[in-house]
């Protein structure tokens, strides 16, 4: 029969639950060293310099300005208030997107959509998010995605920097804040 000593996992890490008062002293060592070095992170945090603000006192009164009309990150164009979706190029637009669990499901088909067809920075962190996610959400069908992935990485590679993929119109960002 086994003696159960009384405690926790963490007597047993810190090593306080021992007989051996070198492994107790030990133990308090560790846990004042990962203390002190929390303390130091977050002075370190704290002390960071702040970066400047990047708006100037006009911008962003134009921005907060009622009449300003929010605009599509996908392709710039105005949004009307309220709207969920881009007209023009369909993307998900709405104020709480990512936040409503229905709407949600859109904006993450955005992003694999553009995985497949559109344009993506070309960087590894990124492809190597894409094939992740898509072998956790399905692995049955991530080799299919894998596979239309792989052709859009080819044929990005293959264009010319500043050409326009094939059934992508050219988009001027032409419109400014309070028009």
């Given at each position: 029969?086994?003696?159960?000593?009384?405690?926790g996992?963490?007597?047993?890490?810190?090593?306080?639950?021992?007989?051996?008062?070198?492994?107790?002293?030990?133990?308090l060592?560790?846990?004042?060293?990962?203390?002190?070095?929390?303390?130091r992170f977050?002075?370190?945090?704290?002390?960071?310099?702040?970066?400047?603000?990047?708006?100037?006192?006009?911008?962003e009164?134009?921005?907060?300005?009622?009449?300003?009309?929010?605009?599509?990150?996908?392709?710039?164009?105005?949004?009307?208030?309220?709207?969920?979706?881009?007209?023009?190029?369909?993307s998900?637009?709405?104020?709480?997107?990512?936040?409503?669990?229905?709407v949600?499901?859109?904006?993450?088909?955005?992003?694999?959509?553009?995985?497949?067809?559109?344009?993506?920075?070309?960087?590894?962190?990124?492809?190597?998010?894409?094939?992740?996610?898509?072998?956790?959400?399905?692995?049955?069908?991530?080799?299919?995605?894998?596979?239309?992935?792989?052709k859009?990485?080819?044929?990005?590679?293959?264009?010319?920097?500043?050409?326009?993929?094939?059934?992508?119109?050219?988009?001027t960002?032409?419109?400014?804040?309070?028009?």
């Amino acid at each position: 029969m086994t003696r159960h000593q009384p405690g926790g996992k963490l007597p047993q890490i810190l090593m306080l639950g021992t007989g051996d008062p070198n492994q107790t002293v030990a133990g308090l060592g560790v846990a004042f060293l990962l203390l002190a070095g929390l303390w130091r992170f977050v002075g370190w945090v704290r002390e960071a310099p702040q970066k400047p603000d990047p708006w100037d006192a006009e911008f962003e009164r134009r921005l907060e300005a009622p009449e300003t009309l929010e605009v599509c990150c996908h392709c710039s164009t105005p949004q009307e208030p309220g709207a969920w979706f881009c007209k023009h190029c369909g993307s998900a637009v709405g104020p709480y997107n990512n936040l409503m669990p229905y709407v949600h499901i859109f904006s993450e088909g955005e992003v694999f959509r553009n995985g497949v067809t559109g344009r993506f920075r070309n960087r590894p962190f990124i492809f190597i998010g894409y094939v992740l996610i898509t072998l956790g959400i399905n692995p049955i069908f991530a080799p299919i995605f894998w596979f239309f992935l792989f052709k859009n990485l080819k044929r990005s590679r293959e264009e010319k920097p500043g050409e326009q993929p094939e059934g992508v119109q050219s988009q001027t960002a032409g419109h400014t804040l309070g028009q």
